[in-house]
């Protein structure tokens, strides 16, 4: 029997074309007479729309076509669809250009063709719109104040929504009882995905066969597929064909369906030419959905020995000026569901409120929601156990969901699966000696050097599902995926995967389960996904959902193919079914290792059809769907330690630990990249990254001029580890890797900050903790 696959760190077999050029992306993609969009951008955040002169545009040689929103309405586009739903929520249309008023700054209220990028560019430079200037509103606080200025003249309270979980009465009653009630303000602020990929579409439509093929950066093409040719293009889904070739990163930007595709495959349509665009880095700073950017007062219920009793907390979520696609859902069910943290509370309230502001649409940003609770829950436990005095360590522990009590249902609706948050705390302590660093923290202190260390023990939910509760709760699709195992032949193994890579890896680790399920070489599978021309309906990659249900409609589908190649085999053999064994690619009948048939034979008789078991069709080809019963619950141990520099506020990143449970592991090597991806992330929010507004709505981080990013020097060597607790949500145990370190390291370095500056009674900072914010905090002290 050969060593299994599954585990071992092979190394991923996408690599080699992405890092010699050889990738397909969007942009590579050439066909003859491809006209090029650029879009006229409102340099306002607020302004009514008086004109739109496009004569002098029109003029310039090499112009194809001018449109404003007025022409796209007046050809059947429709607004964009909003694909979760709240009880009681105001949606505001929002056109694919906008006509009346533009809301953001970079809201499109043109669109210019033309036959190459430069000219469209200059064309665009010479629409002339007349607008005027409109009062703004760009925090989420100030925009729910008597007097701000409507987004909407339709939502006046710029309100879209409110919405809470849990039981009030509960929770004030734990409060009631409390010996101790600890309270914080939070600003988790917002900032913006900047993949290395700008977003990029390309439209070519068939007049004869009024068929449109969409070569698109996009994270889901089935869900962009749907939405757009039923919601937005009032065109029969079927003659949408949607190919998302090599993504380069999306971290949840690229899920949502976005003014600039609907507008290229429609003007596709009417010119019966390609049309192009790329988006430009300015223009991917002004429209990319942001993230995160939420106000939360939080209270946490403590008894005198510090067991947390009930937490109560009070969102203002900033969804900018229009619904992004699954916007609604990452305050609320990505969001308060999450908490109760790795901790017993017996009672907790969350209270949302979504605000309609005048900036750029807020969606899923990588953890969407889940680092934004994991970030107020582990700053809270810090603050609580300094209130009471307790070691950091020791309310943690006291508070601990115990590994015997799963699945643990939480006051927040959700089960988590299994957990061992014990477990992955004690495998961090086994490399990080807490007692000894105390000792250099106080010896470091005596010569004026300022140490912190911090900790962030979480739990996240990926995979989200079933898609009957997920409908139940807004959902406007379905949570499962697809896979189609098609056997060729010759005994070769294509696999169709509904999942989606932008970066994981999956033509490596999709390939290493299949492989081990259907006893192959792995150079005998071929993984082929991001294409709604041959791939089943799938759900796309998002919410770390490609390993616990991407690879559970894989290893579904490799059941039903051993399934149906040993009816073959048993037939063949003159042997009864029941006596023939499956190993090492060979059928055999049990002690008689001699008579075999081997995969490759089984699978030509398949197709050949000479000698078939009765009433068995031929071919050897299987699709199934996977719809988990539960989300599964990644958890584990971040340990972060800085040094802050007293004199300048600066803060130094010394070493950073993390310890995650992910289930089982498919590519150790693979996870860790995403786990060391994900930390540099979080780091970065907490740290650097930030994006601001000023009073008038102007953006003024929209270059990397002023959106600081984080640098290869600025981060230490990581040291990553794991424990293994299986799922038992999904065949195969697998819990999920891509957000663990982004929904971890924001708290843990946040932890470490205010730790380091414990002498000077700083209990809290807002976040990013910049050189400028703790010199402040530290003058003011």
Same mark, same amino acid.
């Given at each position: 029997m050969t060593q299994p696959l599954f585990g071992q760190s092979i190394k991923r077999r996408e690599d080699p074309r992405l890092i010699t050029g050889k990738g397909n992306y969007v942009d590579d993609v050439r066909l003859p007479g491809t006209t090029h969009a650029a879009f006229v951008r409102s340099p306002h955040a607020h302004a009514r729309i008086k004109s739109i002169d496009t004569a002098a545009a029109k003029k310039l040689k090499g112009v194809v076509a001018v449109y404003t929103g007025k022409d796209l309405i007046a050809g059947g586009m429709k607004p964009l669809p909003v694909g979760w739903l709240i009880p009681g929520m105001k949606i505001p249309v929002h056109n694919v250009l906008t006509v009346d008023r533009a809301r953001y700054m970079g809201d499109a209220v043109a669109v210019v063709i033309a036959e190459t990028p430069y000219i469209a560019r200059d064309a665009a430079e010479l629409v002339e719109v007349d607008y005027e200037p409109l009062p703004a509103v760009a925090d989420g606080l100030k925009a729910v104040q008597s007097g701000a200025p409507a987004v909407h003249d339709e939502i006046s309270d710029n309100v879209s929504f409110r919405w809470q979980l849990g039981d009030k009465a509960a929770t004030d009653k734990a409060f009631a009882g409390a010996a101790k009630v600890v309270k914080q303000s939070f600003r988790n602020h917002r900032l913006i995905p900047n993949a290395i990929e700008p977003r990029a579409a390309l439209a070519s439509s068939n007049p004869g066969t009024g068929e449109v093929t969409l070569w698109l950066t996009t994270q889901n093409p089935h869900v962009h597929r749907l939405l757009m040719s039923a919601f937005v293009l009032g065109m029969p889904e079927h003659k949408l064909r949607v190919i998302s070739p090599d993504v380069g990163g999306g971290f949840g930007s690229k899920i949502f369906v976005y003014p600039e595709e609907c507008a290229v495959v429609w003007a596709s349509r009417l010119l019966s030419r390609p049309v192009k665009w790329t988006a430009d880095r300015r223009e991917s700073f002004l429209t990319d959905a942001h993230g995160r950017d939420h106000y939360s007062d939080a209270e946490m219920a403590l008894s005198a020995d510090?067991?947390?009793?009930?937490?109560?907390?009070?969102?203002?979520?900033?969804?900018?000026?229009?619904?992004?696609?699954?916007?609604?859902?990452?305050?609320?069910?990505?969001?308060?569901?999450?908490?109760?943290?790795?901790?017993?509370?017996?009672?907790?309230?969350?209270?949302?409120?979504?605000?309609?502001?005048?900036?750029?649409?807020?969606?899923?940003?990588? $953890?969407?929601?889940?680092?934004?609770?994991?970030?107020?829950?582990?700053?809270?436990?810090?603050?609580?156990?300094?209130?009471?005095?307790?070691?950091?360590?020791?309310?943690?522990?006291?508070?601990?969901?115990?590994?015997?009590?799963?699945?643990?249902?939480?006051?927040?609706?959700?089960?988590?699966?299994?957990?061992?948050?014990?477990?992955?705390?004690?495998?961090?302590?086994?490399?990080?000696?807490?007692?000894?660093?105390?000792?250099?923290?106080?010896?470091?202190?005596?010569?004026?050097?300022?140490?912190?260390?911090?900790?962030?023990?979480?739990?996240?939910?990926?995979?989200?599902?079933?898609?009957?509760?997920? #409908?139940?709760?807004?959902?406007?699709?379905?949570?499962?995926?697809?896979?189609?195992?098609?056997?060729?032949?010759?005994?070769?193994?294509?696999?169709?995967? #509904?999942?989606?890579?932008?970066?994981? $890896?999956?033509?490596?680790?999709?390939?290493?389960?299949?492989?081990?399920?259907?006893?192959?070489?792995?150079?005998?599978?071929?993984?082929?996904?991001?294409?709604? #021309?041959?791939?089943?309906? $799938?759900?796309?990659?998002?919410?770390?959902?490609?390993?616990?249900? #991407?690879?559970?409609?894989?290893?579904?589908?490799?059941?039903?193919?051993?399934?149906?190649?040993?009816?073959?085999?048993?037939?063949?053999?003159?042997?009864?079914?029941?006596?023939?064994?499956?190993?090492?690619?060979?059928?055999?009948?049990?002690?008689?290792?001699?008579?075999?048939?081997?995969?490759?034979?089984?699978?030509?008789?398949?197709?050949?059809?000479?000698?078939?078991?009765?009433?068995?069709?031929?071919?050897?080809?299987?699709?199934?769907?996977?719809?988990?019963?539960?989300?599964?619950?990644?958890?584990?141990?971040?340990?972060?330690?800085?040094?802050?520099?007293?004199?300048?506020?600066?803060?130094?990143?010394?070493?950073?630990?993390?310890?995650?449970?992910?289930?089982?592991?498919?590519?150790?090597?693979?996870?860790?990249?995403?786990?060391?991806?994900?930390?540099?992330?979080?780091?970065?929010?907490?740290?650097?990254?930030?994006?601001?507004?000023?009073?008038?709505?102007?953006?003024?981080?929209?270059?990397?001029?002023?959106?600081?990013?984080?640098r290869a020097d600025d981060v230490p060597s990581l040291q990553v580890g794991r424990t293994e607790t299986p799922s038992p949500v999904n065949p195969l145990g697998i819990k999920g890797a891509g957000e663990t370190g982004t929904i971890a390291s924001t708290a843990a370095v946040a932890n470490a900050v205010m730790d380091a500056l414990s002498p000077f009674g700083i209990t809290h900072v807002d976040m990013p903790l910049t050189p400028g914010r703790i010199w402040e905090a530290l003058r003011g002290k």
């Open positions: 510090g067991r947390i009793l009930g937490l109560r907390v009070k969102t203002n979520a900033n969804m900018g000026a229009y619904l992004s696609l699954f916007a609604p859902a990452i305050p609320t069910y990505l969001y308060g569901t999450l908490l109760s943290g790795c901790y017993q509370m017996p009672a907790i309230h969350v209270d949302v409120t979504a605000t309609l502001t005048n900036t750029t649409p807020v969606d899923a940003y990588r $953890g969407a929601g889940r680092p934004e609770a994991c970030y107020l829950v582990e700053r809270m436990v810090d603050l609580a156990a300094g209130a009471l005095g307790m070691d950091r360590l020791e309310i943690r522990r006291k508070n601990f969901i115990p590994k015997d009590k799963f699945p643990y249902q939480t006051p927040v609706a959700v089960m988590y699966d299994s957990g061992n948050y014990e477990g992955a705390l004690d495998k961090a302590l086994e490399s990080f000696d807490y007692k000894a660093f105390r000792k250099e923290q106080e010896q470091a202190r005596k010569q004026g050097r300022y140490l912190g260390v911090g900790f962030s023990t979480y739990v996240e939910a990926c995979g989200l599902a079933p898609s009957q509760v997920a #409908g139940a709760l807004g959902a406007q699709a379905g949570l499962y995926e697809s896979a189609t195992v098609r056997v060729h032949p010759t005994g070769k193994v294509t696999v169709f995967t #509904g999942s989606h890579s932008h970066g994981q $890896g999956h033509e490596t680790t999709f390939a290493q389960v299949a492989a081990d399920e259907l006893q192959l070489p792995m150079e005998d599978i071929e993984i082929v996904h991001g294409d709604t #021309g041959q791939v089943p309906f $799938g759900m796309g990659s998002y919410g770390s959902r490609s390993g616990p249900v #991407g690879t559970a409609a894989i290893y579904m589908g490799a059941q039903k193919i051993k399934e149906k190649a040993k009816k073959i085999a048993a037939h063949l053999l003159e042997a009864n079914e029941a006596d023939v064994v499956y190993e090492g690619g060979k059928f055999a009948v049990k002690g008689s290792p001699g008579r075999f048939k081997t995969f490759g034979d089984v699978a030509l008789m398949a197709y050949l059809a000479h000698n078939m078991p009765k009433n068995l069709e031929p071919g050897l080809e299987a699709i199934s769907f996977f719809d988990p019963g539960n989300f599964v619950f990644p958890f584990g141990t971040h340990v972060c330690v800085v040094e802050v520099a007293r004199d300048t506020g600066h803060v130094k990143l010394v070493r950073y630990l993390a310890v995650d449970d992910l289930g089982r592991v498919i590519n150790p090597m693979i996870v860790d990249g995403m786990v060391h991806g994900g930390i540099v992330q979080g780091v970065s929010q907490a740290l650097w990254e930030h994006a601001e507004y000023d009073e008038e709505g102007q953006l003024l981080t929209g270059s990397f001029m002023n959106y600081a990013m984080p």
